[in-house]
């Protein structure tokens, strides 16, 4: 364990040179972090951060000053309020925020991608697995929708019972079919209504405040047993027009509401049936809705959706409508469509920018939307002027601009990809045709920068993509587990999976600098931020999935031979060997003045070192303050003294409960917080002063009852909470 926590260390600090402001220092020649962060873009949150070096260990890091907590992974169960238990899904990829009180509270719709066969059971043989065993991995897939709450200390939980918390599976509830191939005598295999949803990879939200989860790797799951058998249903084996191989109730683009519980998913055959990665929207009062989206497969289209009828603000049952009806293209690129190589990892032998346009997808081609398109328009046309080298996550920029990750295409040599914009036509989302010529560019290329810098070597691979308020884009990574850190690989120098700020604008546009490492044979999924920027939630999918291949030799029930222990363990240092458990990960800044436990950026957090401080500081009360309303609402402040036995980080709040207009109780509320640094056991004294809008309202009152919670935060990260009532009055 030492030697990979020490050289993480080692590479932090070979980093330093790594900070954005560094970068700047660079190109300007002098080093004035505010500057450099201005000649970026106004900083957030996450913004300035000091670079951290690629990782090959079981482990989820983020820079120190940040905080990574995981609040729930596979198999962990919470309630709702009527007392069904909510089990979490497997291979959690989207995730998105949708806000019940601003950035404190809200609900996280999140989607579980593909099952596990080895970890879930040990059964990995479709013919072998029981029907129980199957029922175990159709649970397992689909989407979990949480009621979440951020506590005082910025950590987050799931409220647990809550009428909110519920699951979506491959087992159901059951979705109903909208748009033209609904219940259409021409493609028999689709219906009115499928078994619940899967492959659910990645999605997108609507301005209406219903979630999009996109189903991508729908073929896959003929190789599952899933059969009628053992699941009841001929839904998973049914291909359209009954050819067995591509079950025609899947691939689609689903619709869900997460405030409404009762909300009937709805699978949209407008937007087309392909490997839906995700969806990015852009609407305009009054005009039609737009809706781009990415097929992830080799030689795949970007696609855009233009609906029929217009979007309404605050129109939302009109607005639901929405998906139901239009019209979907294809991206046509000039010169040609993909980036390729003469070599993998070699020289580039594409132009990097062009022009193109938006082809009328008909009818007939939305059933296998790829497959029908390179029938109609010829393969060799087709691969030329439509096909990507694998468009993963697509994103519009607040300023229309639309950027797609490639993230590799071995047919084309690329081994790195890179991250594609796009213009509209006039800026105008709604143009299409060959008349209308969008221009595209390459904005950044994966693939070694040859920097030494450890934190800007360069990302391979881009997947999900996020915006910060500042402009900065956040791009994580995936290269497949097979190849990940294979040394005759040229994505060996990347290392794990990862994730990259890359700034668009200023010294250091393009540049990618890494924010996060993955555990072993992970990639991170739906990066989301909470609206206050607070709060980054990554998802960490598929941690150790190489186990059960030959190669890795693992055996199921024997823990020691799986190739990753994450999150509960960590197989590169040897602590806590367990099974590996895809997680969803809450990541924060840690507040100015205090002070970061040892290993609070790393997940799991590594154990003490023999010998270190596993005592929590000793607390004890002194003198509590005179309680008596003038000493809160004075110039000073209210002084009150406590004794520590070694030094220690305390962060004192004062909670109070105010009187409500009708004369009754409010519920308690922050007055006052500190947080002071005690560097020698003694007495200390601490003072707390209510901000001036407090002050007002605590002059009105007569009594006001409180508490002080004090906690205590040793250098070894330990810690320890007292709590005092208290009742000031007049
Ligand atoms: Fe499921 Fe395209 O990643
Ligand atoms: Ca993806
Ligand atoms: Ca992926």
């Known amino acids: 364990m030492d030697s990979t926590r020490r050289s993480f260390i080692r590479g932090i600090a070979s980093a330093g040179a790594s900070s954005v402001a560094a970068v700047a220092l660079e190109r300007t020649g002098y080093l004035d972090t505010a500057t450099a962060l201005a000649q970026t873009a106004p900083p957030s949150d996450f913004s300035a951060f000091r670079a951290i070096a690629a990782s090959a260990a079981d482990a989820f890091e983020v820079p120190e000053g940040y905080r990574a907590r995981t609040i729930i992974g596979y198999g962990d169960q919470v309630l709702n309020e009527d007392g069904t238990v909510v089990t979490y899904g497997y291979n959690n990829d989207f995730l998105a925020y949708f806000p019940l009180n601003g950035s404190d509270e809200g609900l996280l719709f999140i989607n579980h991608e593909y099952p596990a066969p080895f970890f879930q059971h040990g059964v990995t043989t479709a013919a072998a697995k029981t029907s129980a065993q199957v029922e175990i991995e159709r649970q397992s897939v689909g989407n979990s929708i949480l009621h979440v709450k951020r506590g005082a200390d910025g950590g987050w939980s799931v409220v647990s019972p809550s009428r909110y918390n519920r699951r979506i599976t491959g087992a159901g509830p059951v979705h109903e079919f909208t748009g033209p191939l609904a219940d259409n005598a021409t493609y028999p295999g689709i219906g009115l209504a499928a078994s619940g949803s899967l492959a659910n ?13 996109c189903e991508e790797n729908y073929q896959d799951y003929i190789g599952y047993g899933w059969d009628q058998a053992r699941t009841g249903t001929t839904d998973y084996i049914n291909g359209n027009g009954g050819t067995v191989g591509s079950p025609a109730k899947y691939g689609w683009v689903c619709e869900h509401n997460p405030y409404d519980p009762s909300f009937v998913g ?91 346009y938006w082809r009328e997808v008909q009818e007939a081609e939305l059933v296998d939307t790829n497959a029908r398109i390179a029938a109609a328009v010829g393969a060799p046309e087709f691969q030329l002027h439509y096909a990507t080298n694998r468009p993963e996550d697509v994103e519009v920029d607040e300023d229309g601009t639309v950027y797609i990750a490639l993230t590799n295409n071995s047919t084309a040599n690329d081994t790195h990809g890179s991250i594609r914009r796009l213009r509209e036509a006039g800026n105008d989302p709604t143009a299409v045709g060959v008349g209308a010529q969008f221009t595209w560019d390459d ?8 920097k030494a810098d450890p934190g800007q070597q360069g990302f391979s691979s881009p997947d999900n993509i996020v915006f910060d308020k500042a402009g900065n884009m956040w791009v994580v990574t995936d290269i497949s587990s097979s190849v990940l850190n294979n040394p005759t690989n040229p994505n060996a120098y990347h290392r794990n999976n990862a994730v990259f700020m890359v700034p668009r604008t200023g010294p250091n546009a393009g540049v990618g600098f890494r924010f996060a490492n993955m555990p072993i044979e992970a990639e991170g999924t739906g990066p989301y931020f909470t609206p206050d920027e607070q709060t980054l939630f990554v998802n960490v999918q598929h941690p150790g999935e190489e186990t059960p291949t030959p190669a890795k030799g693992g055996v199921y029930g024997n823990v020691s031979t799986y190739s990753s222990y994450w999150p509960k363990g960590n197989k590169t240092t040897g602590q806590n060997p367990s099974t590996p458990i895809p997680s969803l990960v809450a990541i924060s800044k840690i507040p100015p003045g205090e002070t970061p436990p040892p290993g609070g950026n790393v997940i799991p957090t590594p154990p003490p070192a023999p010998g270190a401080d596993r005592t929590p500081t000793r607390l004890a009360f002194v003198s509590a303050a005179r309680q008596n309303l003038s000493s809160l609402t004075g110039s000073r402040g209210m002084a009150f003294t406590l004794r520590v036995d070694e030094p220690a980080t305390l962060t004192v709040t004062l909670y109070g409960q105010l009187t409500t207009r009708k004369g009754r109780r409010a519920k308690p509320r922050r007055l006052a917080r500190v947080t002071q640094r005690v560097t020698a056991p003694g007495e200390v004294t601490v003072r707390l002063r209510p901000s001036a809008a407090l002050r007002v309202l605590l002059r009105r009152e007569r009594a006001v009852p409180a508490s002080l919670a004090v906690t205590a935060a040793d250098a070894a990260g330990n810690k320890a909470t007292r709590t005092k009532r208290l009742s000031f009055r007049r």
């Open 266 to 356: 709805r699978k949209h055959t407008a937007l087309g049936r392909f490997r839906h990665e995700n969806t990015a929207f852009r609407a305009l009062p009054n005009k039609p809705f737009v809706l781009y989206m990415g097929d992830d497969i080799a030689n795949g289209g970007v696609y855009k959706f233009v609906s029929d009828l217009p979007f309404r603000p605050g129109r939302r049952e009109e607005n639901l409508r929405i998906l139901t009806s239009g019209k979907l293209y294809i991206a046509y690129w000039a010169p040609q469509s993909r980036r390729t190589f003469d070599a993998p990892g070699g020289n580039l032998t594409s132009p990097a920018s062009g022009t193109g």
């Open 443 to 450: 904005f950044a290329a994966g693939g070694p920068t040859g």
């Open 201 to 213: 990879c990645s999605g997108g939200i609507t301005p209406w405040g219903t979630a999009l989860s």
